[in-house]
């Protein structure tokens, strides 16, 4: 097992620290567009690329990229709700999004207001709705900005921070411990797991707010 992490870590090392950094900030600002965001693996790329992380400048570049990257994203998506949100809704690409979860994320917008713009970015299917239900919204940028850009420096920073940190660990305890790689495997799987629990929590609590309304008159877009 430490032989092939051995060697996946350094492959990953070997590539050039701005090659990796870009790819990353690229790789989750295409994860963080609409509708890219169900089929670009993000976080998966992110991992990777934090467990190349050998100083804590560069851990703190990989996660200005990553935040950069989602931002720039998300405003993408923002944009595109602005000027071709009912467009895309109806497009074929939208049709197969399914009329359902769009209603979601207008509901959602429309009972949470900021709240939901935070809580999106750890809620599956919405995180990649809700910025172009905010433009069509008619949300002002700079708030959408305000609410968004804490929930994606959170993401950042722990995705970023925990595979860095478990890559060094493994990396001090290799030559010592024949089962390390086992160790950092675990480390990794106990934060997806995390992750996972975490947004499940979120999504049961926020649940109420994602049901059909029950009256047709809705309260106006909070910020």
């Known amino acids: 097992m430490n032989d092939i992490l051995d060697w996946l870590l350094e492959t990953v090392q070997a590539v050039d620290p701005v090659v990796r950094t870009l790819v990353a900030g690229v790789a989750v600002m295409l994860e963080t567009s609409v509708l890219v965001g169900l089929i670009v693996p993000g976080d998966?790329?992110?991992?990777?690329?934090?467990?190349?992380?050998?100083?804590?400048?560069?851990?703190?570049?990989?996660?200005?990229?990553?935040?950069?990257?989602?931002?720039?994203?998300?405003?993408?998506?923002?944009?595109?709700?602005?000027?071709?949100?009912?467009?895309?809704?109806?497009?074929?690409v939208g049709r197969l999004i399914g009329e359902h979860n769009?209603?979601?994320?207008?509901?959602?917008?429309?009972?949470?207001?900021?709240p939901a713009i935070f809580l999106s970015r750890f809620l599956p299917v919405l995180h990649s709705l809700v910025p172009l239900t905010v433009g069509m919204s008619g949300f002002a940028y700079r708030r959408f900005l305000a609410w968004t850009t804490p929930a994606c420096a959170l993401w950042s920073i722990a995705y970023v921070s925990v595979?860095?940190?478990?890559?060094?660990?493994?990396?001090?305890?290799?030559?010592?411990?024949?089962y390390a790689g086992y160790l950092f495997v675990g480390a990794i799987v106990v934060f997806l797991i995390a992750v996972y629990v975490v947004k499940r929590i979120i999504g049961a609590r926020e649940a109420r707010h994602?049901?059909?309304?029950?009256?047709?008159?809705?309260?106006?877009?909070?910020?």
Request: glycine share 12%.
């Open 102 to 114: 769009w209603t979601r994320a207008e509901l959602y917008l429309r009972r949470r207001g900021g």
């Open 210 to 223: 994602l049901a059909p309304e029950s009256e047709p008159g809705a309260e106006d877009v909070k910020d």
């Open 163 to 178: 595979t860095a940190v478990a890559a060094e660990g493994y990396r001090e305890i290799s030559d010592s411990l024949h």
């Open 44 to 92: 998966t790329i992110v991992i990777v690329a934090g467990t190349a992380v050998d100083s804590l400048a560069e851990g703190a570049w990989l996660v200005l990229a990553v935040l950069v990257g989602a931002l720039v994203g998300e405003s993408i998506g923002y944009a595109l709700g602005r000027w071709l949100g009912p467009r895309i809704r109806f497009s074929r």
